[in-house]
């Protein structure tokens, strides 16, 4: 027997259909978005409908903005010569969260994984070629170094070499961030300290 009607299922379904979200949270959510006023609900749901429709990447580096460029690449004062490659925004985030690092970042969305059947076209690896080739960021400045900051997983291992054998014969200086970073270990779960110690400690590939 259905003990709820079916709008009501349909909603919990709906979320627990997102990550980190099991039956008894969806089903918690659901009473709460019940119990909201009709414009609270319709301010949540207009908000998600907005961020999904404006949303995109950032045309530069790749990052998630709602403008052309992000705040980072569209800055005079970051360095444009120095770009950090990371596999997800929320690396990013991690990064400058530390408030150290003063170049600009390449977000590669995802890493190479010849076991899950993702390969270089499926990440966001030409932008990072075009762009170094293309003279470097905005402002035209010519890129100097690539930090690879991807996971020290086996992906984010493959994927740093695979970008240093594409990158390296461009005269671009490629490091790859120490790894003082827990091997499989995301980005964004990690310290500040440990975070600036693999940044500070990076070596030549
Ligand atoms: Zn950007």
């Given amino acids: 027997m259905d003990l709820y009607s079916g709008d009501f299922n349909k909603l919990i379904d709906e979320l627990a259909a997102l990550p980190g979200i099991g039956n008894k949270s969806a089903q918690r959510l659901a009473f709460y978005i019940i119990g909201m006023s009709e414009a609270r609900v319709d301010r949540l749901a207009q908000t998600m409908v907005k961020a999904r429709k404006s949303v995109h990447y950032c045309r530069c580096c ?3 903005t709602d403008s052309d460029l992000c705040p980072i690449c ?12 990371v596999e997800t925004p929320q690396d990013l985030a991690a990064y400058e969260k530390t408030g150290k690092y003063e170049g600009v970042y390449h977000v590669l ?3 190479i994984s010849p076991m899950m059947g993702i390969g270089p076209a499926d990440i966001r690896l030409r932008e990072l070629l075009d762009r170094i080739r293309a003279g470097g960021a905005e402002g035209g400045k010519p890129v100097r170094e ?22 390296k014969p461009l005269q671009v200086r490629v490091t790859r961030i120490a790894s003082g970073v827990p091997v499989g270990g995301d980005l964004e779960n990690i310290d500040e300290v440990t975070l600036l110690r693999a940044l500070e400690g990076r070596q030549e590939m």
């Fill in 62 to 64: 790749q990052n998630l």
């Fill in 146 to 167: 690539v930090i690879i900051a991807t996971n020290s997983s086996l992906e984010g291992e493959t994927t740093a070499m695979y970008i240093s054998k594409l990158i």
């Fill in 74 to 85: 569209a800055s005079p004062r970051r360095d444009h010569g120095t770009i950090m490659v």
């Fill in 109 to 111: 969305h995802g890493a």
